[in-house]
């Protein structure tokens, strides 16, 4: 369950400023019809089920699982949920962390399951050198092309390193993404070190802390940092309902986005909810996987 934190713990020291540190300007994400032609895995057709599949990007193959759910039917725009996994890890490990698939079930969405290249993603304090997060914007574009996925409800949610990614991709992947879910995951880093460093479209935030996560100052910082730099304000009225001995701090931001910080004591660097694969916590006193949903249902893109 542990085995991320013994990695990331070196990684911190070893790669800050190195492979991930370089200063990036934000770029906006270009429309379909600006976009390259990626290609995809040639006997792919859109329909429910479960599917392996790759796209070509940067002249690399990767690789990602993609599960439609029953009710998927690709003449009609359906939300996109892409979920990135730890480091090390894989895309059927998220798979199996977050049962999202039966969620999206219930729910309707479509779900995507990257692989990193050699187990991590090109975050920000980590791991490896790869384009992610044009990666990530290609795939979101394929899908929104071929899969029929409603570029208004296109989401992104990570934990870890997987995490760190989505609030890189949040600031330069301009006008993607609607929301991000980000458990056990910061914005840190030398790349987040300029006031500049931020979403220019509006992008909503939920994320899961837990008090035992050795991370959990830093994350906390960033969140802090985060809400400062886009003018958030906490929401007025009565605190928000939690669990016994936990918390939920709700904010709007002066662009319109939201952030939902969950505060859990007792948990460390893990999945709030889950009952299987590495970082499970089944006994979090909330499901992260439940919860990420119901607010990327109601986060639809903002212009």
């Avoid at 999206?104 to 050699?118: C, E, H, M, Q």
């Avoid at 996925?149 to 992104?156: G, H, M, N, S």
């Amino acid at each position: 369950m542990r085995r991320t934190i013994a990695v990331l713990a070196g990684l911190v020291l070893t790669f800050t400023g190195a492979a991930c540190g370089g200063k990036v300007e934000p770029a906006a994400a270009p429309t379909p019809s600006e976009r390259p032609a990626a290609a995809a895995t040639p006997s792919e057709r859109p329909a429910a089920g479960n599917h392996e599949l790759t796209l070509q990007h940067g002249g690399v193959e990767r690789s990602y699982l993609l599960h439609a759910p029953p009710g998927y039917d690709p003449a009609r725009p359906t939300a996109l949920v892409i979920a990135l996994h730890f480091f090390p890890g894989t895309g059927a490990d998220m798979r199996e962390l977050t049962g999202l698939d039966a969620r999206a079930d219930r729910k309707n969405f479509l779900v995507a399951y990257p692989d990193g290249r050699f187990g991590g993603f090109n975050a920000l304090i980590c791991c490896g050198s790869a384009d992610d997060v044009g990666f990530l914007t290609a795939l979101a574009g394929h899908l929104v092309d071929t899969w029929r996925a409603d570029p208004d409800r296109v989401y992104l949610t990570g934990i870890s390193n997987g995490g760190d990614l989505s609030f890189r991709v949040a600031v330069e992947a301009t006008g993607v993404f609607a929301a991000i879910g980000v458990v056990s995951g910061g914005y840190s880093g030398p790349l987040t070190e300029p006031d500049s460093y931020v979403p220019k479209r509006p992008v909503s935030v939920i994320t899961f802390v837990g008090g035992q996560d050795q991370y959990a100052g830093i994350f906390q910082d960033g969140l802090s940092t985060w809400q400062r730099r886009l003018g958030c304000r906490p929401v007025p009225g009565r605190k928000p309902a939690a669990p016994a001995g936990l918390s939920r701090a709700d904010a709007r931001c002066a662009d319109g986005s939201d952030v939902t910080v969950w505060s859990l004591p007792g948990m460390s660097h893990s999945w709030p909810g889950a009952t299987s694969g590495t970082l499970a916590d089944p006994d979090a006193g909330v499901s992260a996987t439940d919860l990420i949903w119901e607010f990327f249902a109601a986060h639809p893109r903002r212009t």
